[in-house]
């Protein structure tokens, strides 16, 4: 919960984060090597100075740093779990599903755990989508059109088979699909970062809630173009919001774009959890305005309203969360830590 | 890795990082030296030269790669006493075949071989519709907020633009701009200096309109060279780069 300047407490969902072992011993080629130490790049590339980790924290972190990061130091009130299996990199995977759940086991009423597929799985990736919604009632999936599987260097969501997993998506009631169009951090084809396929499928299934990950971040101008003309595409912050302290002149042209063609109720905020921590962004981004010039040419706000909205209020629509039965509960479980401690806090 | 040298007692090393200055990054539609990508050019006593360079990770898309790659090559090899080129990417998942591909002269298929989903040329061409719309987009914002009107600017020629060139920055985007204006369609100093991308004149009305709807390509691009700039520094803990011209 951040607690705004008027009073107001702001809920907080952070819509990407993620628990990972990028440790050398989980490292199973060059890859895997290559694929932490470029996360670690945007690390120290893009955080402020007090906020960097050393590289073997950044490479592994546990349970506790991630809890404390997020929901002690960091406002978020629910995070979501996005896996990223990269077992081609890593022994036991860098983040998937079941390394998450454990973190959601602990803390029920703090994560949200989402699943993933790849529709070059063919049955058996049916399979383990229907295992996924059993063993963990998941409501969303993460997907990486990008991905190397074998030959394949990539799939596209209108692909014959992608259709098929999209079905049984839309079957199962798993409808928020994370895309990931963003940023190279995997080994691509050509055609990686083309979010023509979004329009195609958000067209044909509009039950299901397509959310662009980095906002097909380099590819914003098509993305924008897309998103206007789709009632059901959503962008995702992250990797976008850090750049509100290393660039803000840049990230006020990202967001003011995204605010004008997509609006204030389609953006997600996400920290991208453990690049970055959210709490210097969430301080930065409520105390941010926009410049004036990028305001009036645009015509867009991003006042209170529309920064409540991306912090939590949409994701809490897509993903049925009850913003107050949760404040209470939230509430009660610290004025119940702070009697335990003694009240010395008040 | 600091930041590499560009001088050199030996005149043609100069002239290769001009020609190099020419290659852009098709994506961010920034030359490849001002963006630090390229590291070291070497002359051997015949006229045989080759280029090092490097991307901001390594998994910089190899599409893109393979085109700076080309294009370097095919610059160098414009100069008459050139008599080889060979240029070399370094610290990328692909560098054997971007590099066998680019230096034989080989399509990104063949490269590539099944890896690849088709030549460039269409996706090359995307890029420099893009690349017309932002520089041309950079300009009309420049003009505008000088205090050209609108409903003037439409109709400049090409020859006008030349007279606007009073400051530097000034010239960099015109110029800037004229080396793309053939995207739409071929032109002399008698033609409408400011065409959309199918060669249709621009309207004074709608202009406000079409210049919001082109401006998100160049936010796009700024953000992705804001980007890659950073990953550069990061990755080889070189010095950041600041606009410095070749």
Same mark, same amino acid.
């Given at each position: 919960m951040y607690k705004a300047r008027n009073g107001e407490e702001i809920f907080v969902i952070d819509c990407h984060t993620h628990f990972w072992d990028g440790s050398p011993a989980n490292q199973k080629n060059v890859h895997g090597k290559q694929f932490i130490e470029c996360f670690f790049n945007y690390h120290t590339g893009l955080s402020p100075k007090e906020e960097l980790w050393p590289k073997e924290k950044f490479e592994k972190y546990d349970e506790k740093t991630l809890y404390d990061d997020l929901f002690v130091k960091g406002y978020v009130d629910i995070a979501i779990l996005q896996p990223t299996y990269l077992n081609d990199f890593y022994v036991n995977g860098f983040n998937t599903t079941e390394q998450n759940s454990v973190l959601k086991k602990n803390h029920p009423d703090r994560f949200i755990l989402n699943g993933s597929f790849d529709p070059r799985d063919g049955t058996k990736g049916i399979e383990y989508l229907h295992a996924l919604k059993e063993t963990y009632d998941i409501k969303g999936v993460k997907l990486y059109t990008a991905e190397w599987k074998g030959e394949s260097k990539g799939y596209k969501l209108t692909d014959k088979e992608s259709y098929r997993y999209l079905e049984w998506c839309e079957k199962l009631g798993i409808k928020n699909i994370h895309v990931h169009?963003?940023?190279?951090i995997l080994p691509l084809?050509?055609?990686?970062?083309?979010?023509a396929d979004v329009d195609d499928v958000a067209t044909s299934f509009q039950n299901l809630n397509f959310i662009i990950e980095h906002c097909g971040l380099p590819r914003l101008d098509d993305f924008c173009w897309i998103a206007t003309q789709e009632t059901n595409v959503y962008g995702g912050l992250a990797v976008a919001?850090?750049?509100?302290?290393?660039?803000p002149a840049y990230f006020a042209h990202i967001i003011s774009e995204l605010l004008y063609w997509l609006?204030?109720?389609k953006l997600l905020f996400g920290s991208d959890y453990g690049i970055w921590t959210p709490k210097w962004i969430i301080d930065k981004f409520m105390a941010y305005e926009l410049p004036k010039d990028v305001a009036a040419e645009t015509g867009v706000k991003l006042d209170l309203e529309a920064k409540k909205k991306i912090l939590g209020l949409n994701a809490a629509r897509l993903y049925d969360i009850d913003i107050a039965a949760h404040k209470a509960k939230f509430g009660g479980e610290a004025k119940k830590e702070k009697a335990l401690a003694g009240g010395w806090f008040r | 890795m600091k930041r590499p040298s560009?001088?050199?007692?030996?005149v043609r090393v100069s002239d290769v990082w001009r020609k190099l200055g020419c290659v852009t990054d098709p994506e961010l539609d920034e030359s490849v030296t001002e963006m630090g990508f390229v590291t070291e050019v070497t002359i051997g006593g015949d006229g045989d030269v080759a280029v090092s360079f490097r991307l901001? #990770?390594?998994?910089?898309s190899p599409n893109f790669a393979f085109m700076m790659g080309e294009d370097m090559r095919a610059k160098i090899l414009e100069? &008459?006493?050139?008599?080889s080129a060979r240029v070399v990417l370094g610290e990328h998942m692909y560098v054997d075949a971007i590099n066998r591909g680019v230096n034989e002269g080989l399509s990104f298929r063949e490269a590539f071989g099944e890896e690849?989903?088709?030549?460039?040329d269409e996706l090359r061409k995307t890029f420099l519709n893009k690349a017309f719309q932002w520089r041309q987009e950079a300009l009309l914002s420049h003009l505008l907020n000088a205090g050209v009107a609108g409903s003037d600017v439409v109709g400049w020629t090409v020859g006008k633009?030349?007279?606007?060139? #009073?400051?530097i920055e000034a010239h960099d985007l015109i110029a800037r701009y004229l080396d793309r204006r053939h995207i739409g369609g071929a032109f002399d &100093?008698?033609?409408?200096a400011f065409v959309s991308i199918d060669g249709v004149p621009l309207s004074a009305t709608a202009l406000p309109a079409y210049l919001r709807s082109i401006r998100r390509l160049r936010t796009n691009a700024e953000f992705n060279g804001a980007l890659c700039r950073r990953l550069l520094v990061e990755r080889f803990s070189t010095e950041p780069l600041t606009g410095c011209h070749s």
């Open positions: 169009k963003g940023p190279t084809n050509r055609d990686a970062f083309d979010v919001i850090p750049f509100i302290h290393s660039r609006g204030p109720d | 560009r001088t050199s007692n030996d901001p #990770t390594y998994w910089c100069l &008459d006493w050139v008599r690849a989903t088709g030549n460039l633009l030349y007279d606007r060139e #009073t400051t &100093d008698s033609s409408l």
